[in-house]
Each structure stands twice: as C-alpha cells, then as structure tokens.
C-alpha cells in the first residue's frame, strides 16, 4: 500500500508563525492604541488574517492551520481568562475558514482575499447582532424614528438597514484590501531575507527570559454600549419633560434602556460564565493534547515578542500606513530567516 509523501516544513518556523498570531491577538490592540491609528478591531483581525495566510503558505500540512487555531485559542485563555465566548468564536471561524480555503494553494492569493474578506464580514455581522440581541428591533425602530424626526422626512425609510448594510460593506471592502495585501506580502516574503539584510535583528535568540505579555481589555464595543444608553436616557427625559418637540415616544427609549440592563445582568452574571466554564473545560483538554507545541511556542514567544516590538520601533522612520508594511517586512525577515 503506497503512503503519501509528507510535504516537508520548518517546525520552528511553524512555531514562530503560531508565536506571532498569539502577539498579534494580545499586542498589536495596545500598539495601534498607543499610535492612535483607527478602527483597531478591524487591524488586528487583518493581523490574523495575515498570519494565518502565512501558515498555509509555509507550512502546506493538513490540519496545521486547525492545530495553530486551538494553541492561539488555548493562549487567548491564558493571557486573558476574562474574554467573552465571541471572541473565541472569531478566531475558531478564521482559523476553520482558513484550513478550509487553503486547502488547495493553486488559488492562494484569491483564497487570501476569500479568507480577509469573510473574517472581517463575521465581525461586524458579530457586532450587529450583539446590538440587536442586546437592544431588540425596538432599537432600530427608534433609530429609524429619530432619524426621520431630525431630517423632518415624512417618508418612511429604513434608516437602520441602510447604516448596518453600510457597517458590513466597509468590511468587506477593507477585507478585500487586506487580502490583496496578504497575499502579496506572503508570496514575496521569501525573497526579502536576501533583498532586505539591513532588516536583520541580531540575535534575538537571546532575548529568551519569560516577560509577562500585558493585554489591554477591547473596550470599545462597552463604551458604545455606554453611549447608547446615555442617548436612550436623554431622550426619554427629552420626550417626559416635554423638552421641545418629542423626538420618540418616553416608552420605547426606556423599554429598550430596561431591556438592555436585563440581558447584560443574565448574560454577566448567567451565560458568559457558563458558556466560559464550557470554553475552559474544552481547552484545558486540548491543552493537555497540544502540550508539547505549547511549550514549544512559549520558549520561542519572548524572543519572537522582542522581534514584534523592534520591528516596530525600527520602522517608525515611516509614517502612517506605510509604517505597516515596513514593519511586516522587519518582522518577516527575522522570523522566516
């Protein structure tokens, strides 16, 4: 019986990649942060998208992407034990949509733009739903009625489905964007070792102590959240003390205010610990499975993280988003060397 060849790889360069999507989920949210560049959220699933491209390019054995999507779960859990289950969902379905796409690298540029665009499509659907199961279609009625009663439309327009629709389409675009990008910068990363030796960070090796790696909570979608009932409570007390002209109705901003305070009282103090018990369980026993690569990328995690910062420190001669590309190329020279 003839038994398939095995496709050859660098473990350690499997290692590295997995290292570099743990530090893109915990540390490239602080320094798009700290540079005040926008919409962090959507760089730092582009982040993953990026690397997972890069383990199918490299390391073309099936199942590896799968693999490298429960060790970076397995991580998300240790360095942050409070992330919501969404998060975790994100990554399972960019992780799943990678090992699927890539099945067949004939197509691998097309499969990247594939793989961007329904990544960051699944996090806005993900957000729009959080609102909606959050707020309820009241939400978006009292959207649409507030939108008509400020722009004095008699006709009624669905405002609410023109904003989400919108919301989803700049992903896309952005998606597709990225996975050009992707793509492009994987295909030529083999040859920037031998064009681009001034990139060399030299011996990163050595940087091998174990530093604690700080991650800073999302709190962007908590402080929508924040606003938004901030809004609902000026606008019931708008309408209440006969404040001008009512813009909704007292009832429906406070039916929402009260809905919204009685699902996140279930969902903090029900199912996100329940869902985050089953979540852990489930990890733990992968963790136990994947032992052995775990450790494998926690002894080259300090000395991968070291490469990750200098290479950021060294390309902020560039600015703006030419800084991004200088930086993946400093970053990809010293780990596929």
């Not at 389409?169 to 681009?196: D, E, N, P, R, Y």
Request: glycine content about 4%.
């Amino acid at each position: 019986m003839k038994t398939e060849a095995a496709i050859p790889f660098d473990k350690q360069i499997y290692y590295r990649l997995i290292a570099l999507w743990v530090l893109c989920e915990a540390v490239l949210g602080g320094i798009m942060h700290a540079v005040k560049i926008p919409f962090t959220g959507i760089v730092v699933s582009s982040g993953a998208v990026i690397c997972i491209c890069l383990i199918a390019y490299y390391v073309p054995v099936k199942g590896a992407i799968l693999k490298a999507t429960i060790i970076v779960a397995i991580f998300k859990m240790m360095l942050s034990p409070h992330t919501p289950p969404t998060a975790y969902i994100a990554v399972f379905f960019q992780g799943l949509m990678g090992q699927i796409l890539f099945f067949n690298l004939r197509f691998f540029r097309v499969c990247c733009i594939l793989l961007a665009v329904l990544a960051l499509v699944e996090s806005s659907i993900q957000r729009i739903i959080v609102i909606t199961i959050l707020y309820g279609k009241d939400f978006w009625i009292a959207l649409n009625e507030f939108i008509r009663k400020v722009t004095g439309e008699t006709s009624i327009t669905n405002y609410s489905l023109v904003i989400a629709g919108a919301y989803i389409i700049l992903h896309a675009i952005v998606g597709f964007m990225v996975g050009l990008f992707a793509g492009k910068i994987v295909q030529q990363s083999k040859s920037w070792s031998i064009l681009h030796t001034e990139y060399l960070i030299p011996n990163p090796e050595q940087y091998n102590e174990v530093e604690p790696i700080k991650t800073k909570k999302r709190k962007k979608i908590k402080y929508l959240f924040i606003f938004i009932w901030i809004a609902l409570i000026v606008l019931f007390l708008q309408s209440y003390l006969h404040i001008g002209e009512p813009l909704l109705p007292p009832q429906l901003p406070l039916q929402i205010l009260l809905r919204s305070l009685l699902i996140i009282l279930t969902w903090y103090f029900l199912l996100n610990p329940l869902l985050n018990s089953l979540v852990k369980k489930w990890l733990n026993r992968q963790q136990i499975k994947s032992q052995h690569d775990i450790n494998q990328v926690v002894l080259i995690l300090p000395s991968t993280r070291y490469i990750f910062l200098k290479s950021w420190e060294l390309s902020s001669s560039v600015k703006g988003w030419k800084r991004l590309l200088v930086f993946c190329k400093i970053v990809l020279v010293n780990i596929l060397r």
